[in-house]
């Protein structure tokens, strides 16, 4: 029998810090949907693999071009 009560007070100890959490967790997802972001759902942006291409591109010009104006400044 104690063991049995003892779980049981086990079970009202947890099923208290559930619900404190659950408190906490409302209160997170409110602040952030005050502050105009939802918590949940939040979509990834996704970059066409030309994009992709078109920055890749660019940035190897703009490398390009840092690498010859430090040649130019080492001859």
Not at 39 to 56: F, N
Not at 57 to 62: D, L, T, V, Y
Request: aromatic share 2%; no cysteine; proline share 0%.
């Amino acid at each position: 029998m104690k063991i049995l009560a003892a779980i049981k007070r086990e079970e009202r100890k947890l099923e208290k810090q559930v619900a404190k959490l659950q408190r906490e967790l409302d209160g997170v997802r409110a602040a952030a949907r005050s502050l105009g972001h939802s918590v949940v759902g939040v979509k990834k942006r996704v970059l066409s693999e030309a994009g992709r291409a078109k920055i890749a591109k660019a940035a190897k010009k703009r490398w390009a071009k840092v690498r010859a104006e430090a040649k130019k400044a080492l001859k």
